[in-house]
């Protein structure tokens, strides 16, 4: 058994398990400093209320862009709970085809999210970016000067050319087992240097074996990162862990 104490996991829907206490534990048990990204605001208070009793897991306030068509009205809510955290996600945009008719209301409503992030200052936003890359930098850019905000991109899915624009921003790549198993992706790695890699799992959406990955499983992320770089596992861990202390100032 490959020790987990240490790994992070900056990206997971622990809501969204059959039992929310059980995975908010079991991701604290492993010891993965793990960030409970959430869909919508209303299920903040209790993520935020289960990931104070430990000591490795935190809650992020999100407002998912795939649920804008219907929720639009909830960045009201979202403005509320934003001073009782320190970090936002899931957030962003969408332009695929399901989602591609709210993409007017997903920019509404993530302009909001970055002008009040960076009003406030020293906010962490984890950010969906699917066929949506440019967008999405477009208003960073735009939006969240680098000094008033860190920019986590998770799942990137853009070109060459838009991950360099997006470290010219200061923005990190959270990076899952599923990009790492793809030849279009670990190509894009290669533009990444280490010292804006964090790992995640997106679990429950990804698969580990036969069943949705957990925090845990963000071992096999790190032991591949570790062949893509060349390094052993426990090297990747302690460079993610300096990125993220270095994100998180
Ligand atoms: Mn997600």
Known sequence: MIATTGLVDFHCHLDLYPDHAWAVQSADVAGVFTLAVTTTPRAWSRNHELAQGTRHVR??????????????REIDLWECYLP?????????LDGSPGFFESLNAQKRVFRR?????????????????????????DLIEAHL????????L???????????RA????????INAAMLNSDKHTALLQGIPLHRILTETDGPFTRTGDRP????????VTALLGRFYGLCMADIASHVRDNLRVLLG
């Open 59 to 72: 809650a992020a306030l999100g407002l998912h862009p795939q649920l804008v068509a219907e929720r639009e």
């Open 84 to 92: 009782e955290t320190r970090y936002v996600g899931e957030v962003g």
């Open 113 to 137: 999210v970055l002008e009040n992030c960076a009003q406030a200052g020293g906010k962490i936003l984890t950010v969906h970016s699917l066929r949506s890359v440019k967008a999405v930098l």
């Open 145 to 152: 000067p680098p000094e008033r905000g860190g920019i986590v």
């Open 154 to 164: 998770h799942w990137f899915t853009g070109t060459k050319n838009e991950a360099r």
């Open 167 to 174: 470290l010219d921003l200061g923005c990190y790549f959270s």
């Open 213 to 220: 990955s957990q925090p845990a499983d963000v071992k096999l």
